[in-house]
């Protein structure tokens, strides 16, 4: 399977508007949108990262081979399943901690099957 590397603001709607309001581009805030390429529908998706992937493992591996891993402190991942059509996605984010145990979430890549 052909995996491409996107630039988040392609994908990531709200990417735009949230830099406009609040000063960052990039910045994920609450319930990012991921709009998918291959139905055109929106999938709301959760910063930091849920516990498990639901990518099958092929492909997830795939993502990992593509995914330059720091720390989890400073970088987490989100994989998610378009709610439509079940393309697997992952939002690749840096972690920004501003105050102790406060965070802010960069959208760093997004990582989806070719159309
Ligand atoms: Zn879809």
Redesign the pocket.
């Known amino acids: 399977m052909k995996i491409m590397q996107i630039a988040p603001e392609e994908r990531l709607p709200n990417l735009l508007q949230d830099a406009e309001r609040y000063g960052y581009p990039n910045l994920m805030v609450n319930l990012p949108r991921y709009r998918?390429?291959?139905?055109?529908?929106y999938?709301v998706f959760s910063v930091p990262e849920p516990n498990a992937s639901p990518i099958p493992a092929g492909i997830r591996a795939q993502f990992d081979a593509l995914t330059d891993r720091r720390s989890p402190y400073e970088q987490g991942v989100s994989d998610f399943l378009?709610?439509?059509?079940?393309?697997p996605v992952r939002v690749v984010y840096q972690i920004n901690e501003f105050q102790m145990a406060s965070y802010r979430y960069f959208a760093e890549a997004v990582f989806e099957t070719a159309t």
Request: proline residues 8%.
């Open positions: 998918c390429p291959h139905c055109g529908e999938t378009c709610r439509v059509c079940a393309v």
